[in-house]
């Protein structure tokens, strides 16, 4: 095997800190993983010296493989704020604070699309399928709103700093490259399943959390929103759509960018949806061919949700040259 394999067979936690002055991973602390009920922690910790170990490249033998550093991991964490911010509203929209529960309720107050600083009370009421959240804003209102619009309050630099949620990102690289679904499902978000756009202009296809086991082998057509110009359907099912687009990033010693979208040459310029201002993400960028077409290139956001203080995947994003 050449020297050039072994270098671009670099762990994924030191190509984070190489690439990403605020992905600098801490390793003083140990932390102590608390088992919610909504999901088994312990399934995914059990692989996760995997963190240690960078994508293989397509076709490489097992042999290939460099002597790993036996040095265990030391996971970097923090204490959750016990904060909420707003999700799911696009800039220019509001959500609406309601009392009593439900959208009958009256107004209390608008909050803006990124409002943090949310306090819960810890009063929660179903109402049909949905469950709303009683909350407390920073001005000291009290009011009601959808659960599916808040998530746990975590800045950017926290999590850029924990060791979990690149473990998490590790996790759903293999997975991809190795189409494990089990694997992939131990680490998706239990309450919003994997959310996926096939371009960030186009609309979420929403993926259940219980039917991620069998993701890659479900032939079951889907619409992924249009082709750019808005003329033709983008129709197929997530092995056929979805996979290749994503193997054509992940495969390749990804490099993995915290908080940061890289892009390149595009008639439309590739933007953050503004209704995920308040979530965190690795983007795994795939640069155009030096020499090539300048438009040949690809990004996917894997965007992430913390619940009980643990982070989870819960979207991707896709991003590519448009002419």
Not at 92 to 97: A, I, T
Not at 241 to 265: R, Y
Not at 294 to 311: H, L
Request: with cysteine; charged share 20%.
């Amino acid at each position: 095997m050449t020297s050039k394999f072994v270098k671009e067979r670099i762990p994924l936690r030191k190509r984070l800190h190489h690439h990403n002055p605020h992905g600098r991973l801490m390793v003083l602390y140990r932390f102590v993983l608390h088992v919610s009920k909504v999901v088994l922690i312990g399934l995914f910790l059990a692989s996760c010296t995997r963190t240690t170990v960078p994508l293989l490249p397509t076709g490489t033998a097992a042999t290939e493989i460099p002597q790993v550093d036996p040095t265990p991991l030391v996971f970097s964490t923090f204490e959750p704020s016990g904060m909420y911010a707003v999700v799911g509203i696009p800039e220019g929209e509001v959500l609406p604070l309601r009392n009593p529960a439900g959208i009958s309720g009256s107004i209390v107050q608008e909050l803006a699309y990124d409002a943090r600083g949310i306090t819960a009370t810890g009063n929660a009421t179903n109402l049909g399928s949905s469950i709303w959240m009683e909350i407390q804003v920073p001005d000291g209102s009290v009011g009601w709103v959808n659960s599916l619009n808040m998530t746990e309050d975590v800045s950017q630099e926290q999590f850029c700093h924990d060791d979990r949620a690149l473990m998490v990102l590790d996790n759903s690289l293999h997975s991809i490259q190795n189409q494990d679904g089990d694997q992939l499902s131990q680490i998706v978000n239990p309450r919003r399943g994997l959310v996926i756009r096939h371009d960030w202009w186009n609309p979420e296809i929403i993926l259940p959390a219980e039917s991620i086991p069998g993701i890659f082998d479900d032939l079951s057509e889907m619409e992924w929103g249009l082709l750019s110009g808005g003329e033709f359907k983008i129709q197929g099912s997530f092995k056929d759509i979805i996979l290749p687009l994503l193997e054509d990033t992940v495969l390749n010693s990804p490099v993995p960018i915290c908080g940061e979208l890289p892009s390149g040459t595009t008639s439309r310029p590739a933007l953050w949806p503004t209704e995920y201002a308040s979530f965190n993400y690795f983007a795994i960028h795939r640069p155009a061919p030096e020499d090539g077409n300048s438009f040949d290139w690809r990004t996917w956001a894997f965007v992430f949700e913390y619940i009980d203080g643990q982070p989870f995947l819960t979207k991707i994003v896709h991003y590519h040259g448009d002419v």
